[in-house]
């Protein structure tokens, strides 16, 4: 059991990887939470997921982060772990961007239509009086 | 007899609506007149009503951009064969609308666009507004590759092509100089007259100086990332996929 836990860790900072386990674990939760409850939609879910997900088997198998870090040149680890994560809330930002733009689209549209079926109806009610 | 349709768009202009609508009755009396209510918060649209103009009321401020292009989807469904922008503040003159119209009907241009820098005339601009819309008609005359004084003018005559093109696309706020360089690239054909401008009867002007300052940095870069657009802007008027969407 303690060498399993010393091949999955590498030795090192015990600490930073429960941290950094339990807190992949906790946005898991929260994300299959909101699926769960429809609250957030799959399709949106899946880059949440997706992070999720990597971000807890990095820090489960710390000697797979120590591999990615050292070949991004990252002396700590951890450090490598965040940067992950950021890049992946960058793109998640990003995906929402498109995502509101593609909306105030839609809804402009429908505004647009509400104005002029709006009209048309106000004329066929004028002809029937 | 080809049907005329003058779009004007209005948020809170309800102190010079009708006086607008009656002197461009006045010259056109044959043209249908549609007011764009961008959900004033006066009595815009009764004003309007009263004064027999047709009336498109928006559930929502959808700002000058989607207005306007309400209007032009309302052209584009009755099938009108030209439109006609005017501003209902009063900055433009009805009686000018024959100098914007018979060069449309004439086939000479797609557009054409009212210029208050053409000719010498009694129109001043504010300082800023003045050296903002020289910065923006060099840089659209350097892409369009043709000389356009006045880009920021709202005071428009379109033929059927146009109506179209701005039915399915027009730019949001501040749309009037983007939505030059997306005609240029559509292939279509502008031209601009001079025109007076009055000053303004009532209500503000959408440009006011804080907006300027955003002003001054979304036209650029629409324009410019309009410039790299791929496919969307460019494919031909004509298509016919374009008139009415599913």
């Not at chain 1, 593609?102 to 029937?128: C, G």
């Not at chain 2, 461009?24 to 959900?39: F, G, M, Q, T, Y």
């Not at chain 2, 119209?101 to 820098?117: M, Q, T, W």
């Not at chain 2, 292939?187 to 955003?214: C, H, N, T, W």
Request: aromatic share 8%; glycine share 8%.
């Amino acid at each position: 059991m303690n060498s399993l836990i010393k091949i999955l860790s590498g030795g090192l900072g015990f600490k930073v990887q429960l941290v950094a386990i339990l807190g992949s674990l906790l946005l898991l939760g929260i994300i299959l939470g909101l699926v769960r409850n429809r609250r957030l939609r799959e399709e949106h879910a899946l880059l949440w997921l997706l992070t999720g997900i990597i971000l807890l088997v990095l820090s489960l198998v710390r000697p797979l982060l120590d591999i990615l870090s050292r070949w991004m040149g990252i002396y700590y680890p951890p450090a490598a772990l965040f940067l992950i994560g950021f890049g992946f809330t960058l793109l998640i930002l990003m995906h929402f961007s498109v995502l509101v733009s593609d909306l105030a689209e839609r809804n402009k549209r429908l505004a647009q239509e509400i104005a002029l079926l709006k009209r048309e109806l106000e004329e066929i009610k004028k002809k029937l009086s | 007899m080809s049907r005329v349709l003058v779009i004007l768009p209005a948020f809170n202009e309800e102190a010079s609506v009708a006086n607008v609508l009656q002197e461009v009755r006045a010259v056109l009396p044959e043209a249908d007149r549609i007011v764009v209510n961008d959900c004033s918060l006066d009595r815009t649209s009764d004003v309007a009503r009263r004064a027999g103009a047709m009336v498109l009321d928006l559930p929502v401020n959808l700002g000058i951009g989607g207005a306007m292009q309400t209007g032009y989807r309302f052209a584009a469904e009755k099938g009108y064969d030209f439109a006609l922008q005017v501003d209902a503040d009063g900055q433009h003159d009805p009686k000018e609308i024959p100098l914007l119209l018979n060069p449309v009907l004439e086939g000479k241009a797609d557009i054409v666009i009212g210029s208050r820098y053409l000719s010498e005339t009694g129109y001043r601009s504010p300082v800023m507004r003045r050296i903002g819309s020289w910065v923006f008609s060099l840089a659209v005359s350097a892409i369009v590759g043709k000389r356009i004084t006045d880009t920021t003018s709202g005071f428009r005559a379109a033929n059927q092509r146009v109506i179209r093109f701005y039915a399915e696309r027009y730019p949001q706020d501040y749309p009037e100089v983007e939505a030059v360089v997306m005609l240029h690239r559509a292939g279509l054909k502008f031209m601009e007259v001079p025109v007076q401008m009055q000053p303004r009867v009532g209500g503000d002007s959408s440009i006011s100086s804080l907006k300027a300052v955003y002003y001054m940095i979304k036209v650029p870069l629409a324009i410019f990332i309009g410039l790299f657009r791929a496919g969307k802007v460019g494919h031909p008027p004509d298509d016919p996929s374009m008139g009415e969407q599913p």
